[in-house]
Each structure stands twice: as structure tokens, then as C-alpha cells.
């Protein structure tokens, strides 16, 4: 059985560098994904042991880059367990030699799942691996600004933010823009603005 699935995900892999550059690609990539969708446990493999050669070689987002998002694409639209665990088994152990692009892609993609728990990724956030931080911080920025986050959630987010840094990635005004954010909601939203009356 094993032996079967092995030689399945090897057929898949063949199938991936033939169609790769080619409109099959894509074809081939939604076939994929109704496979998953069936349950097939040999697609499940081939996603990964593509998300394993993405942790332990991340050139190959410069050599196969089609692979890696692809699958990464994928993954969000399933929006299941099995795909959503496989998307945190990559920010766990993501190498800081990530490229920038694909933190911001990941951040994006993985708003969509349903099934996102933010004591996960506020702990991501606060990681010494800047990858990890720099998707957890981004996820949450892109939850706070889509008001998916609860008072609470967006207050822990908020404090954080004062004092978030990252060497490593491109994170632009994400800091600024969650304490602007925050403050135009819980802290201003009850203030009424002073009439200018000096024209009278």
C-alpha cells in the first residue's frame, strides 16, 4: 500500500515538471485539488512532500515557485483541517531564508480559512524566527483590518504592535496602521468632534 502511494506521489511529481510553464499546469493543479477534495490520500502526500522540500530547501521557491504556490493556493481553497494544519506545519518551521513575496502571500491565503485560532498566531508573531513572526504579525494585521478579530483579540494585537519589529522582512506601516486602526474604533469612535464655529 505504502509502495503504491509512493510510486502515485512520483507520478504526480513527473506529471508537475512536465505541465509546469504550460496552461496543463493549471489544469493539472485542479485536478489536484478535486483529488484532495475526494480524500486522496496519495494528493495529500504529494502536498506534503512539497511543503517539506519548501522547509528544508527554500530555493526552490526561485526554482519551482509554480510548485510552492500552487499547492499553498490550493490549500486555502480546501479550507480543512488537513489543509490548514499542513499551512501551519510551514510558518512552524519556516526558514528565515523564506523570501519576502511569499511571507505577504501566506498572510493573505491564510485570512481565508475559517478555522483560524489567533492564540496560534499571535504566538507566531512573538517567535524569534523572523518568517514565522513576520506571518503571524501580517495575518493578524490583515484579520484586524478585516474586523475579524474581537475587542480583546485586537487589544492584545494593538499592545504588541507598539513595540513589533522585524529585521528580516518588509512589514511597511502595518505597525502604525493596527494602532491607527485600533484607536479610530475602541478609543475614538464614542468622541464627538468640536465644531469650528469661527466662521460665524
Request: proline content about 2%; charged content about 25%.
Amino acid at each position: 500500500m505504502v509502495q503504491k502511494i509512493e510510486s502515485t506521489v512520483d507520478e504526480y511529481l513527473n506529471k508537475l515538471e512536465e505541465a509546469e510553464g504550460s496552461f496543463d499546469f493549471q489544469v493539472l493543479l485542479e485536478d489536484f485539488k478535486e483529488k484532495a477534495m475526494g480524500d486522496e490520500t496519495a494528493v495529500w502526500f504529494l502536498f506534503k512532500n512539497i511543503i517539506k522540500e519548501s522547509i528544508e530547501q527554500p530555493e526552490v521557491f526561485e526554482t519551482k515557485p509554480s510548485y510552492i504556490v500552487g499547492v499553498f493556493y490550493i490549500l486555502s481553497d480546501l479550507d480543512n483541517e488537513k489543509s490548514y494544519s499542513l499551512i501551519k506545519w510551514f510558518v512552524q518551521n519556516c526558514s528565515e531564508k523564506t523570501p519576502h513575496g511569499v511571507i505577504e502571500l501566506l498572510s493573505s491565503l491564510i485570512t481565508s480559512f475559517t478555522i483560524l485560532e489567533f492564540k496560534e498566531f499571535i504566538t507566531f508573531a512573538r517567535a524569534s524566527n523572523q518568517a514565522q513572526s513576520a506571518i503571524g504579525f501580517m495575518t493578524l494585521y490583515n484579520l484586524f483590518l478585516e474586523d475579524r478579530l474581537t475587542k480583546d483579540q485586537a487589544t492584545v494585537l494593538y499592545n504588541h504592535s507598539k513595540t513589533y519589529t522585524n529585521t528580516r522582512y518588509h512589514i511597511g506601516e502595518a505597525p502604525g496602521l493596527i494602532q491607527e486602526h485600533y484607536k479610530d474604533i475602541y478609543v475614538n469612535s464614542g468622541k464627538t468632534k468640536k465644531i469650528d464655529l469661527d466662521f460665524i
